[in-house]
Nanobody, 121 residues
Framework: QVQLVESGGGLVQPGGSLRLSCAASGFTLDDYAIGWFRQAPGKEREGVSC????????YYVDSVKGRFTISRDNAKNTVYLQMNSLKPEDMAIYYC??????????????WGKGTLVTVSS
């Protein structure tokens, strides 16, 4: 059974850090481009970061550049999103998704169910 499971969300104070994990089962993550998306209440889903299948090319939306880092551990079949210097506007449900293509888009092949990130003092 193909499955993506996110973990690592939670409550953090502004300026704090979290590391989200996206673990795959039923398929090999390194064959897929992996993206992190987020959706805040009342807002549209936003692409946050992407890592390609080959060469490990990465993308970050402008609002997280310099604060978030995406990485993959193929041995663990897991992709991570390290989030530092978190801001209240980062608060959202974060989803990981996989694309058999070489890059991310809104039309990904598999989606996780999401993990909630709350940034509040």
């Amino acid at each position: 059974q193909v499955q993506l499971v996110e973990s690592g969300g939670g409550l953090v104070q502004p300026g704090g850090s979290l590391r989200l994990s996206c673990a795959a089962s039923g398929f090999t993550l390194d064959d897929y481009a992996i993206g992190w998306f987020r959706q805040a209440p009342g807002k549209e889903r936003e692409g946050v970061s992407c890592i390609s299948t080959s060469h490990g090319s990465t993308y970050y939306v402008d609002s997280v550049k310099g604060r978030f880092t995406i990485s993959r551990d193929n041995a663990k079949n897991t992709v991570y999103l390290q989030m530092n210097s978190l801001k209240p506007e980062d608060m959202a449900i974060y989803y990981c998704a996989a694309s058999l293509g070489s890059w991310c888009s809104n039309d990904m092949d598999y989606w996780g169910k999401g993990t909630l990130v709350t940034v509040s003092s």
